[in-house]
T-cell receptor, first 114, second 111 residues
Framework: DVKVTQSSRYLVKRTGEKVFLECVQD?????MFWYRQDPGLGLRLIYF???????EKGDIPEGYSVSREKKERFSLILESASTNQTSMYLC?????????????FGSGTRLTVV | GESVGLHLPTLSVQEGDNSIINCAYS??????FIWYKQESGKGPQFIID?????DKRQGQRVTVLLNKTVKHLSLQIAATQPGDSAVYFC??????????FGTGTRLQVTL
């Protein structure tokens, strides 16, 4: 069963900590995405990547960075966690080929910054 | 900017009835649309998709209708079951393989 795996379901971190959220996909997808999901705001794109070592800013990149050293892994980094980064974080991947680029999502990481 | 929206934030239906969830989109250049289902505590799951050269597509108990004239997308669920209770998102293709998502409609199935 193909999947996108996020390393943690729940995380609690302190303000100012550096936080790493890991995402791995086993579908050989070219594209990977990080979203945050907040009530009433829907899914907001933080960063995405179309290839290894490539990254593009999404709609809300401030306070975040990403790393894609291998095709299957896309990491989201909170450089200095703040309480307004408390949210559900969703990773997704998709294929470029075929013209149908529906995303496959991970189960999400609920991050609480205290 | 371009956006995807939903008419009803919450929809309550009785078990066994049909459900219709609506979505308006604004990017007339979008050529691919998807419906996702998100259950509590889980990531969104793909339900069904449709390309802009079609106006209807059917899956198992689900049908997606696309009206390009009025830029409207709908998801129909036949014989709604308690397991259908979830938040449903529509998404449209944007630029360079990125999808734009609506804010979601919560479907509540009552017994």
């Amino acid at each position: 069963d193909v999947k996108v795996t996020q390393s943690s379901r729940y995380l609690v971190k302190r303000t100012g900590e550096k936080v790493f959220l890991e995402c791995v996909q086993d579908m050989d997808h070219e594209n990977m995405f990080w979203y945050r999901q907040d009530p009433g705001l829907g899914l907001r794109l933080i960063y995405f990547s179309y290839d290894v070592k490539m990254k593009e800013k999404g709609d809300i990149p401030e306070g975040y960075s990403v790393s894609r050293e291998k095709k299957e892994r896309f990491s989201l980094i909170l450089e200095s966690a703040s309480t307004n980064q408390t949210s559900m974080y969703l990773c997704a991947s998709s294929s470029t080929g075929g013209g149908n680029y529906g995303y496959t999502f991970g189960s999400g990481t609920r991050l609480t910054v205290v | 900017g371009e956006s995807v929206g939903l008419h009803l934030p919450t929809l309550s239906v009785q078990e066994g009835d049909n459900s219709i969830i609506n979505c308006a989109y604004s990017n007339s250049a979008s050529d691919y649309f998807i419906w996702y289902k998100q259950e509590s505590g889980k990531g969104p799951q793909f339900i069904i998709d449709i390309r802009s050269n079609m106006d209807k597509r059917q899956g198992q108990r689900v049908t997606v209708l696309l009206n390009k004239t009025v830029k409207h997308l709908s998801l129909q669920i036949a014989a709604t079951q308690p397991g259908d209770s979830a938040v449903y998102f529509c998404a449209e293709s944007g630029t360079a393989s990125k999808l734009t998502f609506g804010t979601g409609t919560r479907l509540q199935v009552t017994l």
